[in-house]
């Protein structure tokens, strides 16, 4: 366990590594800008106009959706796993993702003749996610408590059901292939300032609500005597934590799609390094978040593909779901047989 001292320069580091990280994602692209002409953009300097636009205009959006996407589904995925008791627990892995995507393809599929349904979207799916998530819980729940891989097993069926029906949705609402398969899969490319708007007040209400929640997720590590011996309402404070974990996943995935690992990587590697105590392990779990989904969207961008769609002539970036899924993978083998061990 990390020292005080050891703990506030490990989060000014990562904050410096974040601020880094920001810098060089507002460079790269087809047109490279190096880091020195991004700060001067940055700070109004003068510089070319084209750069500018670059800068504010198109990348801006996609690398703040980056620190604000990962934080939330760091954040969210140390909450489930105090609720859950489990390592293995995260948005993708609880069926808040797919419930929230699910919920979303109704919604559009349902509803075009509004003129501005994307408003409502944000309700639409945070309903759809903790219904996800719950029905896991549900499911996975016997007595005694969950089952590690029960849980696994639980949430796979879930997702495999809930992905078919969003997938016969899609079908027979004729939505265009690449755009829902991005999604689906998980991507920040072509995201706007809208999209940082409508993902902001969700960041800005849950991320404080749940790093507030840290004395609680303390108790709940606990057993079930413990806890009601120092005062805490165990079943309120679990529905509380989760339905904060299921706003962040749902504010992550309304803006970028199911990005996966993001929640099981980041609380793992916080609690790897300070511990078990929650007050360190969720502001840690949100900036390792953020530094992953960032670093992992600069690898995005580096590589290019051909969507599926026979009339387009672009090639756009690699989702970044998908480079977190070949990140992620190797350590959720790592953690399923540890757990089964």
Known sequence: MTSTRSFVALMVLGCIASLALFILHLGLGTVWIPPDRVIEVLLD?????????????????????????????????????????????????????????????????????????????????????????????????????????????????????????????????????????SWLIGSLHGRVWDDVWLALPWAAVAIPAGLLAARAANVLQLDDESGRALGLPLQPARVALFGLAGVLAAGAVTVSGAIPFVGLMAPNAARAVAGADARRVLPLAALIGCLLLLAADLVAQSFSIKPPIPSSAYRVGLPVGAVMAILGAPLLIYLIRRSTR
């Open 45 to 181: 300097g003068l510089t070319d106009h084209t750069d500018r636009t670059i800068v504010w205009d198109l990348r801006m959006p996609r690398a703040i959706l980056g620190l604000l996407v990962g934080g939330m589904l760091g954040l969210s995925g140390a909450l489930l796993q105090v609720v859950m008791r489990n390592r293995l627990a995260e948005p993708g892995l609880t069926g808040v993702s797919t419930g929230g995507i699910l919920a979303a393809v109704l919604f559009l599929g349902g509803v075009w003749g509004l003129p501005q349904p994307g408003r409502l979207l944000p309700f639409v799916v945070l309903v759809g996610a903790l219904a996800g998530g719950i029905l896991v819980l549900l499911v996975s729940s016997k007595r005694g408590g969950i089952d590690p891989l029960r849980l696994i097993l639980t949430a796979v069926i879930v997702n495999a059901i809930l992905g078919s029906l969003t997938a016969i949705v899609m079908l027979r609402s004729n939505y265009a292939l690449g755009n829902i398969l």
